[in-house]
């Protein structure tokens, strides 16, 4: 191997090259530049001579990977690679945890928390199998938060089948929401249409059967207590629902007195 030096009388503009042998079709650049008494340095490749510029730029701080000006403290840029079917990425994070151990890849994010300068995460989000067994690749996104005084915790969970789980923490259905609340002002789920005046036709939430047109005996919700089925609101014919619970008063219309009886 060689060096050339084309200049090293920092703080003007040079070159530190490594090369290979005495071929021009390898070798690692290191270029400084300067502006406006700012410096920069970006690391070149040449391999089997392609040229693969700014592999590496240290800019102020900033480290760019295949970005020549990084504004944030690491930027990465460069085409994906597709690694299951379409789905590509320019960055794996990988455990290096064997196949049969809990592995877990996920990033956390830490905020200094007290007047000594103590550091913490304060929430994460990570992939990992579901399954440590040979030969079993299915995955979940785990997303983390944290209670003061409590650890990291998983809060939502998106399973290997798309299922989305919040606060339930191994959903079987497409949604499940699950939490603790109490009173009249808080519940487990809230949705609201922001739209600062209403008018005729505007939605809060939509319910649809998208198989047919017709969706007679289907049911759009179920009502649930700790013993069971205790009501539904059912699809009656191609054009009317029903309520299917006990006599109540609340869903009758004209309501006389009883003679007689």
């Excluded at 840029?77 to 690694?83: L, S």
């Excluded at 992939?127 to 995955?139: H, L, N, P, V, Y």
């Excluded at 919040?166 to 808080?186: C, F, H, M, P, R």
């Excluded at 109540?248 to 009883?258: C, G, P, Q």
Aim: charged letters at 15%; a negative charge; proline letters at 1%.
């Amino acid at each position: 191997a060689k060096f050339d030096l084309n200049t090293i009388d920092f703080p003007r503009a040079g070159t530190f090259r490594i090369g290979y042998g005495n071929s021009a079709d390898y070798d690692l650049s290191v270029k400084q530049a300067v502006s406006s008494g700012l410096v920069k340095y970006s690391f070149d490749v040449r391999n089997n001579g392609t040229d693969y510029a700014n592999n590496l730029v240290l800019d102020r701080g900033n480290v760019g990977i295949g970005q020549a000006i990084p504004t944030t403290l690491l930027e990465i840029k460069g085409a994906d690679v597709v690694t299951s079917g379409s789905q590509g990425a320019q960055l794996y994070i990988q455990d290096t945890a064997d196949y049969n151990a809990a592995q877990v890849c996920g990033l956390q994010f830490r905020q200094i928390w007290h007047s000594d300068g103590s550091i913490t995460s304060t929430s994460g989000i990570h992939g990992a199998r579901e399954s440590t067994a040979s030969g079993q690749f299915g995955g979940a996104l785990h997303f983390q938060t944290r209670v003061h005084g409590g650890d990291l915790a998983d809060k939502m969970i998106i399973t290997s089948a798309g299922n989305v789980g919040i606060g339930d923490l191994n959903s079987s259905w497409k949604l499940a929401v699950s939490g603790e609340s109490t009173g009249t002002s808080a519940g487990t789920a809230h949705f609201i249409n922001t739209h600062s005046t209403v008018v005729a036709g505007d939605e809060v939430v939509r319910i649809q059967f998208s198989g047919n047109n017709d969706c007679t005996g289907g049911h759009f919700i179920n009502f649930y207590d700790s013993g069971g089925d205790i009501g539904r609101i059912n699809c009656a014919s191609a054009s009317t629902v029903a309520y299917a619970t006990s006599s109540d008063y609340r869903l009758k219309e004209n309501e006389v007195a009883l003679e007689d009886g």
